[in-house]
């Protein structure tokens, strides 16, 4: 019966062991991974911005002559054609003429008072506008105060116009 107690006290007492020996090489190799792994990451290039040296040495001197230019005229028309200027007409101004209970203003264009545009307002808390108030438009549709200010309402063109 001794014998039985004292194999199983063994047997146990070995287990242990090499549990422990077991974790002991664990550790090891995470420790060796870890070392191995900021080697690598040290030896890799950073991202900084790395100064170029010269191909060429400065030159100790300056030069006083440049080199000789030989112009042949052709016998071609040798003048330069003279480039088109291209001017592009101011976008037109509106006149502010009245705006309806449904928060629609009615716009006129100054330069060609036949012209009529509506636009619904996209600023009801601000003021409305003074009549005569110039407004410009926009490429998005939008008409705002000439001057840049902010203080009156703002306009966006009713679609199908």
Do not use: H
Not at 13 to 23: D, E, G
Not at 56 to 61: F, G, L, R, V
Not at 116 to 126: F, V
Request: charged fraction near 20%.
């Amino acid at each position: 019966m001794r014998s039985k107690i004292q194999d199983s006290d063994v047997r146990n007492k070995l287990i242990v062991l090499v549990s422990i020996l077991l974790a002991l090489l664990v550790v090891m190799v995470c420790i060796v991974d870890i070392i191995i792994i900021r080697r690598r990451m040290a030896a890799q290039p950073t991202l900084e911005a790395q100064i170029v040296q010269p191909a060429t040495a400065i030159p100790q001197s300056i030069p006083t002559m440049g080199p000789t230019v030989i112009f042949i005229p052709t016998a071609e028309n040798t003048q330069t054609p003279i480039p088109e200027i291209v001017t592009v007409p101011p976008p037109p101004v509106w006149r502010f003429l009245r705006i309806n209970q449904d928060n629609i203003g009615t716009f006129e264009n100054v330069s060609d008072p036949g012209q009529k545009l509506e636009a619904k307002c996209i600023d009801p808390n601000r003021p409305p506008p003074n009549e005569g108030a110039l407004y410009n438009l926009d490429g998005s549709g939008i008409l705002k105060p000439q001057d840049g200010g902010k203080k009156y309402q703002r306009f966006k063109l009713i679609s199908g116009q």
